[in-house]
């Protein structure tokens, strides 16, 4: 059974940093692109971050471009996301996502995962 669970959430001020981490159990993580998601109240939810099974191709929604990143060690089955410079319109509750298919690129639509966390709440106040 696949599993995924996030840590790292929490409140921090505008212009702060967070770190979430990601660990993957059940499956064999190293052959699978990895994804981070985010829903705030009332919205759907969107992509925010993606990175191969390499770890070689990673990609970002543009409003985090720049401030957010990325990483995975395939040693230790985690997908971290580093969060820096933080607004308040990153507020929400955010997702790790395990990619559906073996060795498939890094995809950005909530189709392309078959595998969800439980999500972690970060809360960014102005």
């Known amino acids: 059974q696949v599993q995924l669970v996030e840590s790292g959430g929490g409140l921090v001020q505008a212009g702060g940093s967070l770190r979430l981490s990601c660990a993957v159990s059940?499956?064999?993580?190293?052959?699978?692109?990895m994804g981070w998601f985010r829903q705030a109240p009332g919205k759907e939810r969107e992509f925010v971050a993606a990175?191969?099974?390499?770890?070689?191709?990673?990609h970002y929604q543009n409003s985090v471009k720049g401030r957010f990143t990325i990483s995975r060690d395939n040693a230790k089955n985690t997908v971290d996301l580093q969060m820096n410079s933080l607004k308040p319109e990153d507020t929400a509750v955010y997702f790790c996502?395990?990619?559906?298919?073996?060795?498939?690129?890094?995809?950005?639509?909530?189709?392309?995962?078959?595998?969800w966390g439980q999500g972690t709440q970060v809360t960014v106040s102005s």
């Open positions: 990175i191969s099974w390499s770890g070689a191709n990673r």
């Open positions: 059940g499956r064999t993580f190293s052959s699978y692109a």
């Open positions: 996502a395990a990619g559906r298919t073996r060795l498939e690129p890094a995809g950005k639509s909530t189709t392309d995962y078959a595998y």
